[in-house]
């Protein structure tokens, strides 16, 4: 285990010095929000990784983070599994808004309002549908901005599959915010065959991380905490 964990550590330090702008990123990497034993509900704004319904056309069937192998594997069930040690009346709560991924102009009321009511921590972890990288990053802020209509608990993720610009718009926005910033593409780039699910799902949803994949997220963002 104390292998795996330099390992991992080696690894995240190498990634940062391969960036131009690996000083800000080490230093929103130290952010905690100083989690304690109150109860608390947990927003997740994602993508497909944190939640997708049932879809004929990438042969799943499911409702949950996509590849795992059951709700209880995704990385937000774990993640409420975590917390619910420490307070059984915990929650955490995920959503998909691929949609604003694909169109940044959609209006943020209208997909969110109504679940980020109630929510003391909010979880960011979107991009890799993004196709209009040039502009992530001020669309990024422009969420950032109005989740904390809602709370001022806010973690950034990074991109579960590496992609330098849309890392870097992460990174830029935890720094701006003062936000802790959560680092995930290692897991792709060490742990990619561990994580690669292997009983005949879609080719779609192959790429999406199996359970041992959504644990390392679900563990790489309860340590912010």
Known sequence: MRRQINKIRNSIRTWLRQRPYHKVAKAVMRQ????????????????SITIHPPCKAVQWSFNHGMAASCPE??????????????????T????????????FSLDLDELL??????KDIIIIRIGENVKDVQNFEC????????????????ILTGQFWPNELKEKAVVVNAQKYNLPYVPLDWIWELYRDEC????????????HPNDYGMKLIADAIYNVL
């Not at 975590?82 to 009346?89: A, C, E, V």
């Not at 309002?113 to 109630?118: M, N």
């Open 73 to 90: 594997n995704d990385y937000c069930h774990v993640l409420e599994q975590r917390l619910r040690q420490l307070n059984i009346s915990s």
């Open 139 to 154: 669309a990024l802020s422009h969420l950032i901005t109005y989740v904390r209509q809602y709370t001022g608990t806010i």
């Open 113 to 118: 309002h109504s679940i980020c009511r109630g």
């Open 92 to 103: 955490v709560t995920p959503i998909n808004i691929a949609v604003w991924e694909e169109n």
């Open 32 to 47: 905690k929000c100083g989690l304690d034993r109150n109860e608390h509900h947990v927003l997740c704004i994602g993508n």
């Open 196 to 207: 690669t699910p292997s009983n005949g799902e879609s080719p779609f949803v192959c790429e």
